[in-house]
């Protein structure tokens, strides 16, 4: 069998506008199919370039288009198929750009950024570290440097950082939208034409921000008043701050807010509540004043 067919319909994965996603759903599977029969799905010392590079653009699409179809095991999928082409050594086979490794990388680490899997995170970044001579030169790469970033900044604590990277000019690219339910109403046609990308990315990690402030205030107050848990925990209505509350176990009657106690809570003195109290206050400041420069 020939590449004709291959590149053909890697050509229909990549036009624009972009297929319907059954249509998307069908090329993909023709697509591995057709790697399948061109014995291209693992590089071998015998692949020719053209088609070591044929067949790695076909799972690099395919892992894009994943993501933009809200697929994200199938992403992973796609990413473990690419894991052998990117080890193939640059005086083999060095494709134009670097295709779109970078891309791919960044979404996949922001993947597990978002699923909590900090030891997988660190699993492949410290692969990536040898390659790009230490983590500077990692944060210097435009896509996988946002996850890194990012991560960075959730350690430290540091969520002023992270809402200014969730501004219009801070998000690499539309596909690193996908890690949110923002907008998973709209129709596939439409959902791709989403310019605002960055509130999408802003969505998953005010989760984020919200349930560290949550924990924070737990250790801090004995209860709240519901009005002052909405603008603490940035949500729209108290009916919000009722549900959260409920979720996390906490008991809500007559208007406030009451933190179950923590094991030697009890002990607690007055300097380290009030320390706790700082923390958080000190915090919600800083997320505010982003807050402002972002609605």
């Given at each position: 069998m020939?590449?004709?067919?291959?590149?053909?319909?890697?050509?229909?994965?990549?036009?624009?506008?972009?297929?319907?996603?059954?249509?998307?759903?069908?090329?993909?599977?023709?697509?591995?199919?057709?790697?399948?029969?061109?014995?291209?799905?693992?590089?071998?010392?015998?692949?020719?370039?053209?088609?070591?590079?044929?067949?790695?653009?076909?799972?690099?699409?395919?892992?894009l288009l994943s993501i933009r179809l809200q697929e994200p095991d199938a992403f992973t999928r796609y990413f473990q198929q690419l894991a052998p082409f990117y080890e193939v050594p640059a005086n083999s086979f060095k494709p134009a750009g670097d295709g779109?490794?970078?891309?791919?990388?960044?979404?996949?680490?922001?993947?597990?950024?978002?699923?909590?899997?900090?030891?997988?995170?660190?699993?492949?970044?410290?692969?990536?570290?040898?390659?790009?001579?230490?983590?500077k030169g990692l944060e210097d790469d435009r896509f996988i440097g946002y996850p890194v970033k990012l991560e960075r900044w959730l350690m430290e604590g540091s969520y002023d950082r992270v809402w200014g990277a969730t501004?219009?000019?801070?998000?690499?690219?539309?596909?690193?939208?996908?890690?949110?339910?923002?907008?998973?109403?709209?129709?596939?046609?439409?959902?791709?034409a989403v310019t605002d990308t960055f509130l999408l990315v802003r969505q998953v990690l005010i989760g984020t921000i919200r349930s560290e402030i949550a924990s924070c205030s737990e250790k801090a107050y004995p209860s709240l008043p519901i009005v002052n848990a909405k603008n603490l925990l940035f949500l729209e209505s108290e009916g919000s701050v009722v549900e959260f509350a409920q979720g996390r176990g906490w008991v809500v009657k007559d208007g406030r807010i009451y933190f179950p106690l923590q094991q030697g809570d009890d002990m607690r003195t007055e300097k380290e509540i009030l320390v706790a109290s700082g923390q958080v206050i000190e915090n919600t400041i800083g997320y505010a004043r982003e807050l402002e420069t972002i609605v």
């Open positions: 020939s590449t004709t067919d291959l590149t053909t319909t890697l050509t229909q994965l990549q036009s624009h506008p972009p297929p319907s996603a059954p249509k998307i759903a069908s090329l993909l599977t023709n697509a591995k199919r057709q790697l399948l029969t061109l014995n291209a799905l693992l590089p071998t010392p015998t692949t020719s370039p053209h088609l070591l590079h044929l067949a790695r653009s076909t799972l690099e699409t395919g892992a779109q490794r970078s891309k791919v990388t960044g979404l996949y680490l922001l993947l597990l950024l978002t699923k909590g899997d900090y030891a997988g995170f660190h699993t492949v970044l410290e692969g990536l570290e040898v390659e790009f001579a230490g983590t501004k219009r000019e801070g998000v690499p690219s539309e596909e690193f939208a996908v890690f949110s339910e923002v907008h998973t109403h709209l129709p596939f046609s439409s959902w791709l």
